[in-house]
């Protein structure tokens, strides 16, 4: 099963899972469990925008970062500039932040509510050049449903 084919059996899941429920925690929490497990990634979760800094939120993974800077690493860069960022490759990007030296690649996509960025979705994975425009569309597919 190619990754497209993966994304389209996740996304009527997805819904399942946040419809009817009006926590967005137990939305993220759910979230971040399914597609960690269903597309077998290495950290899975969610940082909150709280008091001018993300917070880390729900996730699946090994032991993460707490509190992230707004424009710091990849996932203050996607919050400052409300837009996804893919790395292929995170030794290459500026600022990366390390939280685990297993990670390779990552990407990050916002999520909204109406026009703020609430939070992001944070995914890593333990090889390099994982993540590609397939993932960051049903990504943000995915992000969307958390508001």
Known sequence: MDKTEQYEML????EALVAGETD???RMANIAALLHRE???WWTGFYRVIDGELVLGPFQGPIACTRIARGRG????SWKENRSVVV???EQFPGHIACSS???????VPVRDGDAVVAVLDIDSRFLATFDDTD???IERIADLIY
């Open 136 to 138: 960051r569309r049903y």
């Open 74 to 77: 990849v996932c203050g860069t």
């Open 24 to 26: 967005v925690i137990a």
């Open 39 to 41: 597309m077998d990634f």
């Open 102 to 108: 297993e990670s390779r690649s990552e990407i990050v």
């Open 88 to 90: 292929p490759d995170v």
């Open 11 to 14: 996304l009527p899941q997805a």
